[in-house]
């Protein structure tokens, strides 16, 4: 067993940096518990939205015209579906963070790529201007070179 004046005796050891070590572990555990908390409020809205997507779906379907989605219905409920697949794949950026403590950049990318995504195919073309298009646009090169630069270095 080592005692402090052992640790004093030691060349290059300095008690400074084990109460700093000890700080940063410490605030590494509260993170980690902070993540945690993260992961089960997450799974917590993917369990929500699946139940909104439900509810949403049957509430078009019994409305009149009975058992007919119009295009904006078909729409609303695609981006619903697209919402819940967002909030599974921040969950497993959420995981994979417990897992490695690293953030695994490439699904971050992807996500978001799969979000802006998500809103290109529910726009409204009726109420969105050109800028807004272009700008959309310009977000959806721009992940996608990065996502595919990120891709071939690995």
Known sequence: MIKDKDLLAEPGHNLADDSEDAFMDFLHKIIRVAVKVLAVLMVAVIVWGIGDVIYVLYQRLIAPPFLLLSIGDILATFGAFLAVLIAIEIFI??????????????????????????????????????????????????????????????
């Open 93 to 154: 950026n959420i995981t994979l963070y417990l897992k490695t403590d690293v953030i695994p950049v490439r699904i971050v990318v992807a996500t978001a790529l799969m979000a802006i995504s998500r809103k290109v195919i529910i726009f409204d073309f009726e109420k969105i201007t050109p800028q807004f298009i272009l700008a959309t646009a310009a977000v959806v090169m721009a992940l996608g070179i990065t996502y595919w630069l990120i891709s071939r270095k690995s």
